[in-house]
């Protein structure tokens, strides 16, 4: 199995924030992804919280100064 790398390095803020999206929609449940952007995605975090509340896990990989990576993870959902 091999983890998808989406690099948003030199896209428009606002397309990164629907890029993600559709990538992480993508993802198999338990199944993870890393961002890679040139700045502090938190701004997509922010996004992420909005849509899919609950629904993903986000740790900080790298954290700049150049390159920012960001291992977005699709968690199981429980509901008992």
Do not use: C
């Amino acid at each position: 199995m091999s983890i998808m790398e989406l690099d948003t390095r030199g896209h428009e803020q606002s397309h990164i924030n629907n890029m993600v999206i559709n990538s992480f929609d993508s993802l198999p449940v338990g199944e993870k992804m890393i961002l890679v952007n040139d700045t502090d995605p938190s701004h997509v975090f922010d996004h992420l919280e909005e849509k899919r509340y609950g629904k993903f896990e986000w740790d900080y990989v790298e954290e700049g100064p150049d390159v920012w990576k960001v291992s977005l993870a699709k968690k199981y959902l429980n509901y008992i």
